[in-house]
T-cell receptor, first 114, second 108 residues
Framework: GAGVSQSPSNKVTEKGKDVELRCDPI?????LYWYRQSLGQGLEFLIY????????KSGLPSDRFSAERTGGSVSTLTIQRTQQEDSAVYLC????????????FGQGTRLTVV | RKEVEQDPGPFNVPEGATVAFNCTYS??????FFWYRQDCRKEPKLLMS???SGNEDGRFTAQLNRASQYISLLIRDSKLSDSATYLC?????????FGTGTRLTVIP
C-alpha cells in the first residue's frame, strides 16, 4: 500500500501566522511520530501517538505547538504564532506498533517562516 | 547526555574501501536498534535492523554489543551511491532515539 503521506510538501508563512501540517500514516500502523529537522541538524523528537493512549508530548518545544490524531489515523501538527526559528523540515513517521518494529517516514513538510 | 551518540564525521573514503561507523546508546533498556540512511534533503529511510547476533545484507553488516552499549555498521566495497548520512536509532518506550548522523562521502 501507500507509504506515509505528508502535506503540504512546502509551506511558506509569515511570522505570527498559524500553520497546520498533516500526516497520513501507513494503514494499520498504530504508532505515529513527529520529528523536526533543521538544516544540517539531527532529528528532534516532538510528539508520539500510540493507538488510543495519551500521546507523549514531551518533545514539543513550546505551548505554541500542538498535535492531534483523529480516529487513530491522520495526525495534524499545529504551530500557532509561528516564529522564524520554527523554520525546519517536519517529518512524520509511523510504525506497526510500539517497540520492535521499524518506522517509515513521510517526505516531510518544509516550513519556512518569513 | 544524549540518548544516542554518533561520530558526525565526515568520512571521506575512496570507492571500494571498507568503512565502519559506531554508535553508542545510553538506555540499557533499549531492545531494538536500526540503521537509517538519509540522502541530502530527503527523509530517512530504513537501511537495516540490528540484531544481537549480527546481521548482514549484501555489503552491509550491522552488529550490536549490549555489554558495551554500542551499535556498528560496516560497509564493504563502498560505492559512490553509498554517499549519504547514516543514522543509528535506539527504540525507547515512547520514542525512537536518533543519533545526529554520520556523513559518508565516497570519492571516485
Amino acid at each position: 500500500g501507500a507509504g506515509v503521506s505528508q502535506s503540504p510538501s512546502n509551506k511558506v508563512t509569515e511570522k505570527g501566522k498559524d500553520v497546520e501540517l498533516r500526516c497520513d500514516p501507513i494503514s494499520g500502523h498504530t504508532a505515529l511520530y513527529w520529528y523536526r529537522q533543521s538544516l544540517g541538524q539531527g532529528l528532534e523528537f516532538l510528539i508520539y501517538f500510540q493507538g488510543n493512549s495519551a500521546p507523549d508530548k514531551s518533545g514539543l518545544p513550546s505551548d505554541r505547538f500542538s498535535a492531534e490524531r483523529t480516529g487513530g489515523s491522520v495526525s495534524t501538527l499545529t504551530i500557532q504564532r509561528t516564529q522564524q526559528e520554527d523554520s525546519a523540515v517536519y517529518l512524520c513517521a509511523s510504525s506497526l506498533r510500539r517497540g520492535n518494529t521499524e518506522a517509515f517516514f513521510g517526505q516531510g513538510t518544509r516550513l519556512t517562516v518569513v | 547526555r544524549k540518548e544516542v551518540e554518533q561520530d558526525p564525521g565526515p568520512f571521506n573514503v575512496p570507492e571500494g574501501a571498507t568503512v565502519a561507523f559506531n554508535c553508542t546508546y545510553s538506555n540499557s533498556a533499549s531492545q531494538s536498534f536500526f540503521w537509517y540512511r538519509q540522502d541530502c534533503r530527503k527523509e530517512p529511510k530504513l537501511l537495516m535492523s540490528v540484531y544481537s547476533s549480527g546481521n548482514e545484507d549484501g555489503r552491509f553488516t550491522a552488529q550490536l554489543n549490549r555489554a558495551s552499549q554500542y551499535i556498528s555498521l560496516l560497509i564493504r566495497d563502498s560505492k559512490l551511491s553509498d554517499s549519504a548520512t547514516y543514522l543509528c536509532v535506539a527504540v525507547g518506550a515512547n520514542n525512537l532515539f536518533f543519533g545526529t548522523g554520520t556523513r559518508l562521502t565516497v570519492i571516485p
